[in-house]
């Protein structure tokens, strides 16, 4: 089984239902500077919940 499999598949599904915007990759850059750490889901989980909800 190619190993990569999971990280294609994750980065597809990214891409479809959660592709980074300016304001998604500002936020991380404000954590990142403010040594806060990241808590939240990935832009993939957050789009598949509200794909999951409706």
Known sequence: MN???FETIDNY?????APED???TDVID???KENI?????S????G??????R
């Not at 599904?13 to 239902?17: A, D, E, K, Q």
């Not at 750490?37 to 889901?41: D, G, I, L, T, Y």
């Not at 832009?43 to 957050?46: A, D, I, L, V, W």
Request: glycine fraction near 4%; hydrophobic fraction near 40%; aromatic fraction near 4%.
């Open 3 to 5: 190993e990569n499999i």
């Open 13 to 17: 599904i990214s891409n479809l239902l």
């Open 22 to 24: 300016k304001a998604l």
């Open 48 to 53: 598949f919940k509200k794909t999951h909800l």
């Open 37 to 41: 750490p990241q808590m939240s889901v």
């Open 30 to 32: 404000s954590l990142d």
């Open 43 to 46: 832009p993939n989980q957050g």
